[in-house]
């Protein structure tokens, strides 16, 4: 009996006041013109509209009513049928779409507010090893010894240093405290010589299945640890604060002011950004509830569950679109599979240019189809994390497998990054109408780590024009932290698969505006089984949209990442105003 949850569990739950079953689902998708005409809160006329919805993909204006579309039409179809009296707003000609949906975020507010960031979370900056040692310098002088010191959004090709961040340098920091220095990319981190002694990890530690500890050329440990190899630093030294993971689920709510705060700060930059839906990787669901309660959740959340949250939800027969259109379990958090694409560990069927290292995988096939059984009986949609070409073909062995054994109808597999494929898993992948989500930002932000594959294989990562071709609704997930979750960055990058650094990579990728905009909202709402109320601008689905200084059709397409949001509204609310 693993699945029993205790009473404290269920009040969670029962506390989430939420409500099941179907959204409102009869006025989707009818175009509403018949509809008593004095109804609208409000009316937005003269715009010019990219609805991404194909039975009329271009619109000038709209009503809303309770927060959903009432009509979309032309500025004169809308004023006609509509009586005087509603509020109007003119948008003399700007570009409209619907709101951004971002399916894999692990939303660290509490990171962003409360942790030493080492590198810019949300553009690319180049930093110096000076400046990440004094930064933590800072925060050693204020941390009693023993107790982690630790950096985050570290990332190694954004360094003006051109080396590797070293364990000596690491040292420089303290020599009382363990330090940690987090690479952005999550798998991947930086220890110094304390860390190493509390974690009784010398040159003699053979690495451990799924993960290394690095070493120079003479042998020396040079501080870089990854994928597996990680865990045993979690067990060791104090830490100052709880994770999101416990705080207030199983144990008394510690940290929940923290998570309130984290989850308020970063609910305002998704708005910001024109993000309306979010796919959240965990996180604690007391602190979503308040930040809700408190008004100042401006995202939607599709929740996605792990660890103990998971269990629960099996126990007490939860499944995903339990919720309502704010906060809805959605898919499993990512289930890992194999090692990260921008830190160079994904599990690759070829060796790693100029080694015989073929990346870091995480699991057994046997634990995963268990997994994924497991799971995927329970009525949960399934996500597992798969970056290279060898783990999505065991996620797909897996999930095949479960579906054999129990069918079940639309049950779109979610796969994480997806990110190189070829001929065959594409077409495993259509057979089962899996819904990946691959990163976003990365043709654009990760260009200057391209090289560390080659154009051969780029040629099949982050490979949209593929996915697409196949007939299968490739949305985005932009990782962050790893990634930043920006959606015009996003969109520049897809259609023009060139870098910051002007560098371009497996163009042959390339998707146009149109595609680009579907993939960061239609087709994140099919992610989660949501594209019946959200992802298009249509009469019935909920009003969340965003409004652009300029229209992305009328630019050039390295100037998309610069247009100005001017206004993000969700559920007919204006969330975020420029
Ligand atoms: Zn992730």
Same mark, same amino acid.
């Given at each position: 009996m693993t699945n029993r949850i205790s009473r404290r569990e269920m009040l969670a739950l029962a506390g989430a006041s939420l409500v099941s079953g179907p959204l409102v689902a009869q006025q989707v998708g009818q175009q509403s013109k018949n509809r008593p005409t004095d109804a609208a809160d409000l009316i937005v006329l003269n715009a010019r509209v990219v609805t991404v919805d194909p039975r009329q993909p271009r619109a000038q204006a709209f009503a809303i009513k309770n927060g959903r579309f009432l009509a979309v039409g032309s500025t004169a179809d809308i004023r006609n049928m509509i009586r005087t009296g509603a509020p109007t707003w003119d948008a003399k000609g700007a570009a409209i779409v619907p709101g951004f949906i971002d399916t894999h975020n692990h939303a660290p507010g509490t990171t962003l507010l409360y942790?030493?960031?080492?590198?810019?979370?949300?553009?690319?900056?180049?930093?110096?090893?000076?400046?990440? %040692? @004094?930064?933590?310098?800072?925060?050693?002088?204020?941390?009693?010894?023993?107790?982690?010191? @630790?950096?985050?959004?570290?990332?190694?090709?954004?360094?003006?240093?051109?080396?590797?961040?070293?364990?000596?340098?690491?040292? &420089?920091?303290?020599?009382?405290?363990?330090?940690?220095?987090h690479h952005r990319g999550g798998h991947t981190s930086f220890y110094n010589s304390?860390?190493?002694?509390?974690?009784?990890?010398?040159?003699?530690?053979?690495?451990?299945?799924?993960?290394?500890?690095?070493?120079?050329?003479?042998?020396?440990?040079?501080?870089? +640890?990854?994928?597996?190899?990680?865990?045993?630093?979690?067990?060791?030294?104090?830490? #100052?604060?709880?994770?999101?993971?416990?705080?207030?689920?199983?144990?008394?709510?510690?940290?929940?002011?923290?998570?309130?705060?984290?989850?308020?700060?970063?609910?305002?930059?998704?708005?910001?950004?024109?993000?309306?839906?979010?796919?959240? &990787?965990?996180?604690?669901?007391?602190?979503? &509830?308040?930040?809700?309660?408190?008004?100042?959740?401006?995202?939607?959340?599709?929740? @996605?569950?792990?660890?103990?949250?998971?269990?629960?939800?099996?126990?007490?027969?939860?499944?995903?679109?339990?919720?309502?259109?704010?906060?809805?379990?959605?898919?499993?958090?990512?289930?890992?599979?194999?090692?990260?694409?921008? @830190?160079?560990?994904?599990?690759?069927? +070829?060796?790693?240019?100029?080694?015989?290292?073929?990346?870091?995988?995480?699991?057994? #096939?046997?634990? $995963?189809?268990?997994?994924?059984?497991?799971?995927?009986?329970?009525? %949960?949609? %399934?996500?597992c994390h798969a970056n290279g070409d060898v783990a999505i073909g065991m996620y797909l062995t897996a999930f095949e497998r479960a579906q054999k054994l129990f069918p079940g109808a639309d049950a779109r597999p979610k796969i994480t990054h997806c990110t190189l494929i070829d001929d065959d898993l594409v077409r495993r992948m259509k057979g089962l109408?899996?819904?990946?989500? $691959?990163?976003?930002?990365?043709?654009?932000?990760?260009?200057?780590?391209?090289?560390?594959?080659?154009?051969? $294989?780029?040629?099949?990562?982050?490979?949209?024009?593929?996915?697409?071709?196949a007939g299968i609704r490739a949305a985005a997930g932009?990782?962050?932290?790893?990634?930043?979750f920006d959606p015009r960055m996003a969109i520049q990058g897809m259609v023009t698969r060139t870098g910051w650094d002007g560098k371009t990579w497996g163009s042959n990728q390339k998707i146009s505006l149109d595609e680009a905009i579907r993939v960061n909202t239609l087709n994140g709402a099919y992610n989660s089984h949501e594209e019946n109320v959200k992802g298009s601008i249509t009469a019935g689905k909920l009003a969340d949209y965003v409004v652009l200084a300029e229209d992305l059709y009328s630019i050039p397409v390295d100037k998309i990442k610069d247009v100005k949001i001017i206004r993000t509204v969700v559920g007919g609310k204006t969330v975020y105003e420029g």
């Open positions: 942790e030493v960031l080492v590198g810019n979370p949300f553009e690319v900056e180049f930093v110096t090893i000076d400046s990440i %040692i @004094e930064k933590l310098r800072v925060r050693a002088g204020q941390t009693p010894p023993g107790t982690w010191v @630790e950096g985050y959004f570290f990332d190694d090709t954004k360094v003006k240093d051109g080396r590797q961040l070293l364990i000596r340098d690491l040292d &420089q920091v303290s020599k009382d405290h363990p330090v940690a220095v304390k860390a190493f002694e509390m974690a009784d990890v010398n040159r003699q530690t053979p690495n451990p299945a799924g993960g290394t500890f690095d070493r120079d050329s003479a042998g020396a440990l040079n501080g870089r +640890v990854t994928d597996n190899a990680k865990n045993i630093f979690s067990r060791v030294g104090k830490r #100052q604060t709880q994770t999101a993971e416990n705080s207030g689920f199983d144990s008394p709510p510690v940290g929940l002011d923290r998570e309130v705060a984290g989850l308020t700060h970063i609910s305002k930059m998704f708005a910001r950004y024109g993000v309306t839906s979010v796919h959240h &990787q965990g996180g604690s669901l007391p602190a979503i &509830q308040k930040v809700r309660t408190n008004g100042d959740l401006k995202h939607r959340i599709s929740y @996605e569950a792990s660890g103990k949250v998971l269990d629960a939800m099996i126990a007490a027969g939860i499944q995903s679109g339990f919720g309502d259109e704010w906060i809805r379990f959605g898919a499993t958090s990512e289930h890992l599979i194999d090692g990260s694409f921008s @830190e160079r560990t994904m599990a690759l069927s +070829v060796a790693y240019a100029g080694t015989n290292y073929k990346g870091n995988i995480a699991t057994t #096939q046997d634990d $995963l189809n268990a997994w994924v059984e497991k799971v995927h009986r329970a009525g %949960i949609q %399934i996500n109408d899996a819904v990946p989500a $691959l990163f976003t930002t990365y043709a654009y932000y990760n260009s200057d780590k391209f090289g560390f594959y080659g154009e051969d $294989l780029m040629k099949r990562c982050m490979a949209f024009r593929t996915l697409l071709d932009s990782d962050f932290s790893p990634g930043p």
